[in-house]
């Protein structure tokens, strides 16, 4: 171990994510146990092992593995985050629905006095139906614009933390996630009359389909956020740059539109370069879910899954890398 | 039993590159640059710097060890290292049970959120369940006072209650072992008695503690062993005694004088002051030895006043006035015979050309553990002088601890502690 030290670790650190348990917290195993009989009482660290601090594994397993142990942490993050985000605030949680909700209506009202073209909306419904397409895709968008946005922010905003104590910093940025992933739960609320309205002629199995959609999407946010989060811990350009890509991100992906608008006008290798993008595969399979609306071609989807899981593996590698020297460089 | 190995810690920080390497376009465009310069390009204008060398110990189960050193010594470093805040260059730290960090109080405060939220905040960042929290939490809010604010922000909070609250978090967190970076530096001063005697509670129970002070009273009493560390190693490692007294041997190293060589001193027709120094201990012929700034509470302080008389026949006196950090007027002394202790012979004499050195003799166990400002005067008179030289010497006064065995109290506010006699008898 010893020639090791402080560098990649392949096979070894593979090992040391199971066995070198993290520090913040000791073995875990034990913890349960001993937490009983030491009440005031003298300390027994008897059972407890001596534990090596992690070293890096190859795929950065042993973060996740801390994430999990520090789910309670997660929760304090996130209630934290969403108690700060309404303190002071009036309506409150309204201000959720009202960012979709304008969104929406914008779009609505751009699109009726711009000639009307149709938004795409495959199925009947009329203004409804263009309604509730521009409003899913304003669902999931604002996940990717609010996570993103906010978790590239969370390591530095709390640099003042990092610096003094541990804690499984990955937790942070999960935390932004996890907000994002709040509002678009109630955003769904909003969704759902609407829908209902438009009569679009929902089929029940199929709205299952937005579950897989929603998982996807939360991956591919994931992995975006490791590497945008710790990116920003040493570079401060990521923030700046982030909203300019995120205003283009908008749309270069189906939020407003729907996905057959594209069809027609664009030749078919670059419409399989158009749905690559995973928020655009995730959105389409979201559409074709809830509105019937056909789904994105299949070699898009593939190279979109493939450019997700390329994303989520790197930023765990790369997330791990940063955490090495995160106190040090933010 | 070991509840914690270094093995080999070193630590290297790159100077300059925090601050240069913030954008992403300075980086990319000097890999740009190394890369186009080949792999031998300029690496020099970097330049390393080793917080800490091959740092190696193991503390035992249920120590308590204080780590003492001057600033930029390490300490923090080596600490952060301990608590994982940040991965050593080279080395590693192997740790028994769980680990409670506390170097700052209140860390992770959020000031929108009440108290009560701050507390399982906090106590989660500090890495307790929330089952546990639930379970002191009222202990949490007695010992820091805070009953009734309990759901008011944070922010509203005066800044004594927040770190009371902030302590109290961390003082319930019950580790194995438990990291201290200065805490007992802040807050008032009941709030620092009651930090040195929960942390001296945590250790009676067992528990593995490490503490990093400036407050050399506090580590000689509650550390069983200390570890000097000097220039990112460790000088000593034995008792806090030895860890102090090297210590302040180290601290001699400083001024703890003012020379004027040249004859730049200031001066008046007669007289003209060449040197001032403080000197520790009893009287040595050597010029350089027990020349300090940092003088031990249970020494003898020799303050050195040496000038040259430029004309025969010149009467001169001598006096020293002695202020606090505060600008407390300690005391005011001369060479006048009614001043001293034991008379000045070359008082009210005539004095032919040539150096003197007059020294004031400052008696062991008599000034406060505090810096101190002297200021020196000369002159035919005392209370009239022509030559005066105003704050020319700063030095501090260190509590060993010398005073401290059966008072666990402070000593702050006194501006002298003397030892004086005391004697009680029955009566009746």
Known sequence: ?330 | MDAIHADGISKKFRLGTLGEHQRLTEALSKGLRRWMAGASGPQAERQEFWALREVDFRIGHGEVVGIIGHNGAGKSTLLKILSRIVTPTLGRVGVRGRVGSLLEVGTGFHPELTGRENIFLNGAILGMKRSEIRRRFDQIVAFAEVERFLDTPVKRYSSGMTVRLGFSVAAHMEPDVLIIDEVLSVGDQAFQNRCMGKASELGGQGRTILVVSHNLAAISNICSRAMLLDKGRIAVDGTAQEAIDRYLQGMRADTGMACWEDGSGPSSQDVRLTRVSVRSGAVTDSLERGVTSSVAIDQPIRIEIEYEVLRDGVQNTSQVHLKDENGVFVFSSGNAPSMCERADSSYGKPMSRGRYLSVCEVPANFLNDSRYVVSVFLGPEIGRPTVSSESVLVFSVADTGAMRKEYLGSWYGPVIRPRLSWSTELVD
């Open chain 1, 1 to 330: 171990m010893v020639s090791s030290l402080g560098g990649w670790n392949i096979l070894g650190g593979l090992k040391a994510s199971v066995s070198f348990a993290w520090g913040w917290k000791g073995s875990g195993g034990t913890l349960e146990k001993d937490e009983v009989v030491r009440e005031d009482s003298p300390r027994n660290v008897g059972g407890k092992e001596l534990v090596y601090y992690g070293e890096p594994d190859f795929l950065g397993l042993g973060q996740l593995r801390e994430a999990w142990e520090g789910r309670e942490l997660l929760y304090s993050f996130f209630k934290r985050d969403l108690l700060i985000r309404y303190r002071q605030v009036f309506v409150g949680v309204l201000w959720v629905l009202v960012q979709p909700l304008l969104g929406t209506l914008i779009f609505l009202m751009l699109f009726h006095f711009l000639g009307t073209q149709r938004t795409g909306a495959s199925q009947g419904g009329g203004r409804l139906g263009d309604a509730s397409l521009i409003l899913i895709g304003m669902l999931f968008w604002q996940l990717v614009n609010n996570s993103l946005r906010d978790a590239t922010g969370s390591l530095v905003n709390y640099r003042h933390v990092i610096t003094k104590i541990y804690f499984p910093r990955m937790l942070l940025p999960l935390s932004s996630l996890m907000c994002a992933l709040f509002d678009l739960m109630v955003g769904f609320v909003l969704l759902v009359p609407v829908v209902a309205m438009a009569n679009a002629g929902v089929e029940w199995w199929r709205v299952w389909g937005v579950v897989p959609a929603l998982l996807w999407l939360v991956l591919f946010c994931f992995g975006a956020i490791l590497w945008l989060s710790s990116l920003n811990a040493q570079y401060r350009d990521v923030g700046y740059a982030l909203p300019f890509v995120l205003q283009i991100g908008m749309f270069l992906s189906p939020v407003v539109y729907g996905y057959e608008r594209i069809e027609g006008a664009l030749s078919p290798a670059w419409q399989i370069l158009y749905t690559a993008n995973p928020v655009a595969s995730c959105i389409g399979i979201a559409r074709w879910a809830v509105l019937g609306a056909p789904l994105p071609p299949w070699l898009g989807m593939v190279l979109a899954a493939a450019i997700t899981a390329t994303l989520v593996i790197s930023g765990l590698i790369w997330f791990q890398r940063s955490n090495q020297s995160m106190a040090d460089r933010i």
